[in-house]
């Protein structure tokens, strides 16, 4: 069974800054990516970052030039950064990893950790 054991969320000021962590266990498949994504009550979840294995990254816009994401893929671990936090970034974020099983077909598994909640201050 996959786990994804996500650790670092908490309460900072606005400007500050948060570390995430995700490991990810359990698949015997190849990974594809991880990824953040965060969720506010009653609105949807929305993408923060997601970083392929060869390490190619994705960010939303709202958080382009102040989130870093990074990975090691020796220990399935997948980072966010978050600096110059804002109060609008406050929610539960969440990991997420996809796994690949290729035979004669493509098969996608996709895992979602149990969130961690970040809250800023103004």
């Known amino acids: 069974q996959v786990q994804l054991v996500e650790s670092g969320g908490g309460l900072v000021q606005a400007g500050g800054s948060l570390r995430l962590s995700c490991a990810a266990s359990?698949?015997?498949?190849?990974?594809?990516?991880m990824g953040w994504y965060r969720q506010d009550p009653g609105k949807k979840r929305e993408l923060v970052a997601t970083i392929t294995t060869p390490g190619s990254t994705n960010y939303a816009n709202s958080v382009n030039g102040r989130f870093t994401i990074s990975r090691d893929n020796d220990k399935n671990t997948v980072y966010l950064q978050m600096n110059s936090l804002k109060p609008e970034d406050t929610a539960v974020y969440y990991c997420n990893a996809l796994f690949e099983r290729v035979t004669t077909t493509v098969r996608r598994y996709e895992y979602w950790g149990q969130g961690t909640q970040v809250t800023v201050s103004s």
């Open positions: 359990g698949s015997i498949f190849t990974m594809v990516s």
